[in-house]
């Protein structure tokens, strides 16, 4: 058995990534295993918005910590992941949902995030491409788009560039006590072992309460100066699902390529990835009730992908409560990428015993009973 590290982080998507910079800048040697490169899966297959949600207060307090480190990071390394400073423009159908958008524009705004309410004409000068008789909005300044597999790689290069090591190509097919066995029966040691491999948590975990939340997304050729702001419908993350488990909410981003990338919906019981034309032509058909001109794009490819989602909708960050020395970072749904620096701040803080930004506790995996019942590994 070799001996390599005090941390493997297995899985290179964003959120991975993330945990094994942070706990290598901590002066622990790391490890990053992934069965591809950084920044496949999940990470590759998201919309990489950077934003403040608040459907909750845990959620908001992960996203603000996580949304200021994100802040420092473009300010070191402008460049990385094209990042788009666009903000985001939440619109509002109707009177209801507009008196939530206010309420959202209050409570960021107090929690120092800067958000406006504006009316339906304020949101026309703002986006001409908007349809007519929308009831408002608000608009959040701060928000952004990255592109996350470029940050996913540069996260991981310069893990390597501290002295931390990097293994691709090589899965790990069996966690054990204190150590991990890759395919072809290699063993390497390490006295913690982070798993952040989204909805494959269950190859080696099964114990742990991650499923599969399926999205369908497309992108346009490119139509510079059309649309400057992330447009989402107040209706995203509320909508009802369908018989079929779809719910469908409009949520747009303009690229710094000039390319629309629109989604989005959400659809359980679904494992695979392929691309469902009765889904997409649903997506596309919320994004064009919103803006119309979309209808007149060229769609140039479409895919799918499925997001690691928890039963309570918060990620779960922190120590396994049934193995000894194995940590989680998994269940981030669709704010990995918002999430992703705030989440390995939180893991590393807990693995070398500091107080952290935020109490940590609602992201306690222990919270889910079940994994209790998981016996010590071998």
């Known amino acids: 058995m070799s001996v390599v590290a005090d941390v493997i982080v297995i899985g290179a998507g964003i959120v991975g990534a993330a945990c094994a910079l942070a706990m290598q800048q901590e002066g622990l040697r790391v490890t990053l295993i992934d069965a591809a ?143 991990v066995v890759l395919t072809g029966d290699e063993r390497v040691a390490a006295k913690h072992v982070v798993v952040a491999t989204g909805v494959e948590v269950a190859k080696l975990l099964p114990e742990v309460p991650v499923f599969a939340r399926k999205g369908h997304l497309l992108i346009t050729d490119r139509y510079p100066g059309r649309l400057g702001h992330q447009v989402v419908s107040m209706n995203y993350g509320q909508a009802s699902a369908r018989a079929d488990a779809l719910a469908v909410a409009a949520n747009v981003q303009p690229r710094p390529t000039g390319q629309w990338l629109v989604g989005s919906c959400r659809q359980d019981g679904q ?57 989680l970072a998994v269940g981030h749904e669709g704010l990995g990428v918002t999430t992703a620096f705030a989440s390995a701040r939180l893991l590393t803080d807990q693995m070398v015993g500091r107080p952290g930004p935020l109490d940590a506790s609602p992201y306690d995996p222990g919270r889910f009973l079940a994994l209790w019942s998981q016996s010590n590994a071998e």
């Open 37 to 179: 490169s950084p920044g496949c899966g999940v990470t590759a297959a998201g919309m990489g918005h950077l934003v403040a949600l608040d459907e909750t207060d845990e959620e908001l307090d992960l996203c603000l910590l996580s949304l200021g480190l994100w802040k420092d990071f473009m300010r070191a390394h402008p460049a990385v992941g094209e990042p788009s400073h666009c903000g985001t423009l939440w619109v509002a159908d109707n009177e209801h949902q507009l008196a939530e958008a206010q309420a959202r524009a209050t409570r960021l705004s107090q929690r120092g995030w800067n958000a406006e309410s504006l009316s339906g004409a304020q949101v026309s000068r703002l986006e001409p491409a908007l349809r007519p008789g929308l009831a408002g909005g608000v608009r959040v300044f701060g928000d952004s788009v990255v592109y996350p597999p470029a940050v996913a790689h540069f996260l991981a290069s310069e893990l390597v560039r501290r002295g931390g090591s990097l293994r691709l190509g090589q899965a790990v097919v069996r966690i054990g006590n204190g150590f």
């Open 271 to 327: 494992r695979d990835t392929s691309v469902d034309p009765a889904v997409l032509r649903a997506v596309l058909r919320s994004a064009i009730e919103l803006l119309p001109c979309l209808g007149d794009m060229q769609i140039i490819r479409s895919w799918a992908g499925l997001r690691p989602a928890s039963p309570d909708g918060k990620p779960l960050i922190g120590p396994h409560p049934g193995r000894a020395g194995v940590w």
